[in-house]
Every structure is written in C-alpha cells, then in structure tokens.
C-alpha cells in the first residue's frame, strides 16, 4: 500500500522534465502484486489442508474466469512479466492540457489508477479468502 501512497502523492515530472522515481516505484509495485498470488499458491497452501483446498479453489477460479479476473491476467501478469523478463514499460509518461504529468498506457488508461485497482482486487480475494478459512 505504501507504493500505492507514492503513486497517489508524487510528481511523475517536475516541469517538462520526467522523475524517473516513478519507475522504480512502478517494477517493485508490480513484482509485489504477483508475488502475493505466488505466496499464496507457494506458501500458504502450504499451511494446512484447508488451506490448500482453498487457494487451489482460488487459483482455479482466476484461471477459468479469465474475464472477471483479466486485472491479474492482462495487468499484474502482463505488466510484471514485461518489467521483470525484458526490463520493457508499457505505461510511459504523458501530458495533459493542463500542463500535468501523468503516466498512462498507450490507450490512454491511468496507469496508477489501474495499479490501484489491482491493489484492491487482491485485497477483496484476499478478505474473502480469509472469511472461507475462518470459516
């Protein structure tokens, strides 16, 4: 969440210069949100039976509903495989009118705002996972 807060309250460029701060934020933001489905499906399941069954259940449910879970497979897997496999961005800086900086994708998506969304996307799985095993 920490990253999140940086993306949320830093410049991305000061003046018609870029702060290449944010690409730093960017890789260890994007390697954390796959790391936590690797923990989850390497470690975790590890913790008991219940817990196995459970994020197997989990991990079933991303792979055979690709469309309401496309923010792990076409963002978080995607992203993180471009920065972490061949050091590639695909979220670049841009411009608005009003002279900001923003950074965005090239079909012109916020991508801190889908960065964003994906943080909350596995805090909801996550929540949920825990009512199941506390269950």
């Known amino acids: 969440m920490s990253i999140l807060f940086q993306f949320q309250n ?7 210069e870029e702060l290449q701060e944010w690409r730093i934020y960017w890789v260890a933001g994007l390697a954390l949100l796959r790391t936590v489905g690797h923990v ?3 470690v ?4 008991s ?12 449910g991303f792979q055979a509903d690709r469309v309401n879970s496309a923010i792990f497979w076409d963002f978080i897997e995607k ?4 920065l972490l496999k061949t050091y590639s961005f695909s979220a670049k800086l841009a411009w608005r ?7 965005e994708f090239e079909d012109g998506m916020d991508a801190f705002e889908l960065f964003r ?3 909350y996307w ?3 799985h996550l929540m949920a996972l825990e009512r199941k095993l506390s269950a």
């Open 10 to 16: 830093s410049d991305v460029a000061d003046g018609e």
């Open 40 to 42: 989850l499906k390497k």
């Open 44 to 47: 975790d399941a590890k913790t």
């Open 49 to 60: 039976p219940n817990h196995a069954d459970a994020i197997s259940a989990l991990w079933r």
């Open 79 to 82: 992203e993180r495989n471009n």
């Open 97 to 103: 009118e009003d002279q900001n900086a923003y950074v």
């Open 117 to 119: 969304e994906a943080v």
């Open 122 to 124: 596995w805090r909801h």
